[in-house]
């Protein structure tokens, strides 16, 4: 049985409207990365200048979502060597990691992009890659026209705390846990 249509105006009374707004996509459910880059898509197609860091992605992978996101003028950058299990050199993935945090911190400090994603972020502040309380300095302190979408697991309580929009994903069933490989298209 389905709830009845809501008749009373659910918004809160005082709505207004915000220069930039700071978002989370956390939790061990599929979709963070996914629902950023949908909001790319958005973005883009309000005339907006995007950015996307990647922090363990690397330029190797060639993922569907940075062809769109190039073809359409995004500046894409992957910052990190790929999973950490796969790892020849962790010191060096953390040194990519701190490289990559001083790319974002310096693009979001700029103030020429509405919108930057930092995909995959809360990884390297959880392992204590990069300082966490540097990170959200920057993030509260960004310029008031500088939208920010953090993805990753485990979201920091700091950030959550700082954040505007968090959104959890809740892993209900998914393909890998059955022995299904990530599908091109789908995954990546």
């Known amino acids: ?6 008749t009373d105006d659910p918004r809160p009374h005082g709505l207004h ?4 707004l700071l978002l989370v996509n956390t939790g061990d459910g599929k979709g963070k990365s996914s629902a950023a880059f949908g909001v790319m898509t958005r973005a883009v197609a309000r005339g907006w200048k995007v950015a996307v860091v990647q922090f363990v992605k690397s330029g190797d992978w060639k993922v569907g979502e940075e062809e769109v996101g190039r073809r359409l003028g995004v500046d894409w950058h992957a910052a990190g060597d790929g999973f950490t299990w796969d790892s020849k050199d962790l010191e060096h993935d953390k040194e990519l990691a701190r490289a990559g945090w001083a790319l974002a911190a310096g693009i979001i400090g700029a103030g020429a992009h509405q919108l930057v994603i930092l995909d995959e972020l809360t990884y390297l502040m959880n ?6 309380d540097d990170v959200l300095r ?7 026209t500088v939208s920010v ?4 697991r485990d979201a920091p309580a700091g950030l959550i705390e700082i954040a505007d929009t968090v959104t959890e994903m809740r892993n209900v069933k998914h ?3 059955a022995g299904i490989a990530a599908k091109r298209g789908i995954d990546y």
């Open 138 to 144: 920057k993030l509260a302190e960004r310029p008031p």
């Open 1 to 6: 049985m389905s709830e009845a249509p809501l």
């Open 149 to 152: 979408i953090v993805t990753g």
């Open 175 to 177: 393909a890998y846990d």
């Open 127 to 132: 392992w204590g890659w990069i300082d966490a």
């Open 17 to 20: 409207g915000a220069k930039s």
